[in-house]
């Protein structure tokens, strides 16, 4: 059911004009630069996971990446990604993976890959469960020295709790289910933190977003950069 839908929202055109994440162009890109000119990364290759139509892997080809893996559920989102990248340089760089890489990580994703880079934007549209099994994966991926992107929904009490169908967790944490059946799970900080921590350690401090979008609902978001500890 999800493959299709996302295959269904893509070929409606969904995420095609959308811009690269500032996540990616104003903190990621710069971080991961650093990080190579001062050596402490190198043969760089970097991990997109939930690429959907692309939007994302320009501003990464300017890295100068020696290969970057693009992973998405849906078959439409990867061509439109592919499509994105046509005439640029560097496009030869990327390859296209096609997984559910929310409840098969592992099957989604090349085998016994590490990366310098690896960012989940907007990604993990699932349950409590499956999105803290979704970042940790992610994060076993990273090499000792590289950095995790993290870009998703924060648990502030102004954002989308009051609406839909909502599960409240002791830490703080709560899940929404849209009508469409896709669940959305956002993470208090506490929440985030042990996912992440002692593992790896906050690179461009925790800071969250807020977005006002369809209707006027107003939603907020963890916006995170992590660097692996060696």
Not at 1 to 27: C, I, N, S
Not at 37 to 61: F, R, V, Y
Request: hydrophobic share 45%; aromatic share 8%.
């Amino acid at each position: 059911m999800t493959t299709e839908l996302w295959d269904a929202a893509y070929a409606q055109g969904f995420d095609r004009d959308t811009p690269p994440a500032e996540l990616v162009t104003a903190k990621l890109v710069p971080v991961i630069k650093a990080l190579i000119e001062d050596g402490t990364l190198q043969d760089a290759a970097c991990l997109d996971i939930g690429t959907g139509a692309g939007k994302n892997l320009p501003p990464l080809l300017e890295v100068g990446f020696t290969r970057i893996d693009a992973v998405d559920i849906s078959r439409a989102g990867l061509r439109m990604a592919a499509a994105r990248l046509k005439g640029i340089p560097g496009e030869q760089s990327v390859r296209f993976w096609q997984g559910d890489f929310v409840h098969d990580f592992a099957a989604a994703v090349p085998p016994a890959a590490q990366y310098a880079a690896a960012l989940a934007i907007h990604t993990f549209h699932a349950n409590r469960e499956a999105t803290h099994q979704g970042i940790r994966q992610a994060t076993q991926y990273v090499m000792p020295g590289g950095v995790f992107a993290l870009c998703t929904a924060a648990a502030l009490r102004k954002g989308i709790l009051a609406e839909g169908n909502v599960q409240v967790w002791p830490d703080g944490g709560y899940t929404t289910y849209a009508d469409n059946g896709l669940p959305v799970h956002a993470l208090a900080e506490t929440e985030l933190r042990e996912l992440l921590e002692p593992e790896m350690q906050l690179v461009s401090g925790l800071g969250y977003r807020e977005a006002t979008i369809n209707e006027g609902r107003t939603v907020a978001e963890w916006a995170t950069i992590w660097q692996a500890l060696a």
